[in-house]
């Protein structure tokens, strides 16, 4: 098991908020195509030379490690595609200061790959999972056997992963009934966050966290539990029992207590899921620099972040994670 060294003097941005946690988007590519994440008509192959290598990926890390970036969280597209993953894995949990390595993945290559990411240090995994029928998930993800998903998030749960399952409320589509994923949480052992769809043009149909709440009110019991400091940006309840979060971007903004960074597959360090403003790092590797020019990009694009979300760009949630 790797051992994980103590940590770096944080980094406050302008607005005091500590910036602690980076998303690696470490592929544009994936194996399914949800209708809400990726619309038809996605080209999303990045030519080969313009897709961060793993060991720029790295040495980005290894510099956001060094201003207390401690959690990194690995997704996509979808991560388990990426040749290197599980070596990626072992790299990162190497890394002094990185504490957490996590992924969020939608499991379908979960049940082969979950003893390597293990034994690779991977310590916990987000589970993409909108329904949990068979032709309602066919019908969102537009491919793949759900039954596989299963097998792979039940793998995993028997090796010791803490899993949660992310379920995007879509209207009409998985929300007549949502008590029944709480209740499939609690057969396959695994925590259940519900998510608002964000829509980045105010088009899509939302189905709310109030909604939400109020529909399993109606015939369950639903009891606040605090936030956890680990992440304020997800209200917990205890559903008949089962501790249930929501996300909620669209109406509860969580922006006070954002605590992230985003990189992208292209090298663009992201400041917020929400704008369009980002520092490209890639540039900057790829010419000489010395290790105090990588941490200047990462500086800069936390310094960057804004108060709150400008809602000024394109979704392409496919290419940022997350
Ligand atoms: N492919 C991996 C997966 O699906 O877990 C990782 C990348 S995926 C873009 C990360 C998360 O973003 C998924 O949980 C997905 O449901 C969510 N997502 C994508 N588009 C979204 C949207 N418009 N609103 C809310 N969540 C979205
Ligand atoms: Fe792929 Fe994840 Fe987007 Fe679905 S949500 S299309 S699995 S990147």
């Known amino acids: 098991m790797v051992t994980r060294p103590t940590a770096a003097p944080a980094t406050v941005d302008r607005h005091g908020r500590v910036i602690n946690y980076l998303r690696l988007s470490i592929t544009d590519l994936c194996n399914l195509r949800c209708f809400y994440c990726m619309p038809d008509g996605i080209t999303n192959k990045l030519p080969h030379d313009q897709v961060m290598r793993h060991e720029e990926n790295l040495e980005v890390v290894r510099a956001a490690a060094s201003l207390g970036i401690n959690k990194v969280r690995i997704t996509g597209g979808e991560p388990l595609v990426k040749r290197g993953v599980v070596g990626l894995v072992y790299s990162i949990a190497s890394i002094p200061g990185i504490k957490t390595v996590a992924m969020t993945t939608n499991g379908v290559r979960l049940l082969e790959m979950a003893e390597p990411l293990r034994v690779a240090g991977l310590q916990r995994i987000n589970l993409s999972l909108d329904s949990i029928d068979t032709k309602t998930y066919e019908e969102i993800t537009r491919?793949?056997?759900?039954?596989?998903?299963?097998?792979?998030?039940?793998?995993?749960?028997?090796?010791?992963?803490?899993?949660?399952?992310?379920?995007?409320?879509?209207?009409?589509?998985?929300?007549?009934?949502?008590?029944?994923?709480?209740?499939?949480?609690?057969?396959?052992?695994?925590?259940?966050?519900?998510?608002?769809?964000?829509?980045?043009?105010?088009?899509?149909?939302?189905?709310?966290?109030?909604?939400?709440?109020?529909?399993?009110s109606r015939d369950h019991s639903m009891e606040p539990v605090d936030t956890s400091p680990e992440h304020p940006h997800v209200r917990r309840y205890l559903c008949d029992g089962v501790?249930?979060?929501?996300?909620?971007?669209?109406?509860?903004?969580?922006?006070?207590?954002?605590?992230?960074?985003?990189?992208?597959?292209?090298?663009?360090?992201?400041?917020?899921?929400?704008?369009?403003?980002?520092?490209?790092?890639?540039?900057?590797l790829r010419r000489e620099h010395t290790d105090e020019d990588v941490r200047d990009a990462v500086r800069k694009a936390i310094q960057m972040k804004p108060a709150a979300a400008p809602w000024n760009a394109p979704a392409e949630m496919w290419k940022v994670g997350g």
């Open 143 to 216: 491919g793949s056997e759900l039954h596989r998903v299963i097998e792979g998030m039940d793998r995993a749960v028997s090796l010791g992963f803490p899993i949660k399952i992310n379920a995007v409320l879509l209207r009409g589509i998985n929300t007549d009934n949502l008590f029944e994923f709480v209740a499939f949480a609690r057969e396959h052992e695994v925590g259940l966050r519900f998510i608002e769809r964000m829509g980045f043009d105010r088009k899509e149909p939302l189905f709310s966290q109030d909604e939400a709440i109020e529909q399993l």
């Open 243 to 284: 501790k249930i979060g929501f996300i909620s971007p669209m109406t509860h903004s969580f922006c006070a207590s954002c605590n992230k960074l985003r990189l992208q597959p292209d090298g663009r360090l992201r400041v917020c899921l929400a704008s369009e403003q980002s520092v490209d790092i890639r540039e900057i």
